[in-house]
């Protein structure tokens, strides 16, 4: 799971990661620096790894976790776009799928995220993505979702497309 040091979005990271973890699913935590890492809402976790010294091939999936510093922190951020390019299965949800837009993996995929005033719809549409308005969109083995309260559906279409 990526997210961001300061800032990521709490419901978006906790309610996947305790899903996954009540299923046994073994989950590691990168960010752009390994440190203590703050959600919006207080909660607290350490990233175990930094994105420059990891593969997404080396992963049988990678979520992208969205908050409003997750595009501060890696928007043009070529670690978190590489990473992106290199997953076997791609997972994002909020602000994720936007700035994940620009490495052109979503290229004639069904994507959703968060919209404000139709800017990242957009953003995604320029970068050939197909924007779709719903909660939860699976095109292929990438899963988007687009927002917190889409949290719990987004895991549990992640680990329906990880069990296939």
């Not at 300061?6 to 990168?30: L, R």
């Not at 969205?66 to 992106?84: E, N, V």
């Not at 899963?143 to 992640?158: H, I, L, S, Y």
Request: charged share 25%; hydrophobic share 45%; proline share 2%.
């Amino acid at each position: 799971m990526i997210i961001a040091n300061n800032w990521f979005q709490d419901y978006e990271f906790g309610i996947p990661f305790d899903f996954f973890h009540h299923k046994w699913v073994k989950i590691t935590i990168w960010a752009g620096r390994k440190s203590e890492c703050v959600g919006v809402f207080w909660s607290k976790t350490i990233a175990d790894k930094e994105l420059e010294k990891i593969y997404g091939w080396d992963y049988d999936m990678v979520i992208f976790i969205g908050g409003g510093w997750a595009y501060s922190q890696y928007f043009h951020d070529k670690d978190y776009l590489r990473i992106a390019k290199e997953a076997k299965k791609l997972w994002a949800i909020c602000i994720a799928p936007m700035i994940l837009s620009e490495s052109w993996i979503f290229n004639g995929k069904n994507v959703t995220g968060w919209d404000q005033n139709g800017v990242q719809k957009k953003f995604i549409q320029d970068n050939w993505g197909f924007w779709v308005d719903k909660d939860v969109v699976i095109s292929g083995n990438i899963v988007t979702a687009n927002g917190p309260d889409a949290a719990q559906e987004f895991a549990e279409k992640c680990l329906e497309i990880m069990k296939n």
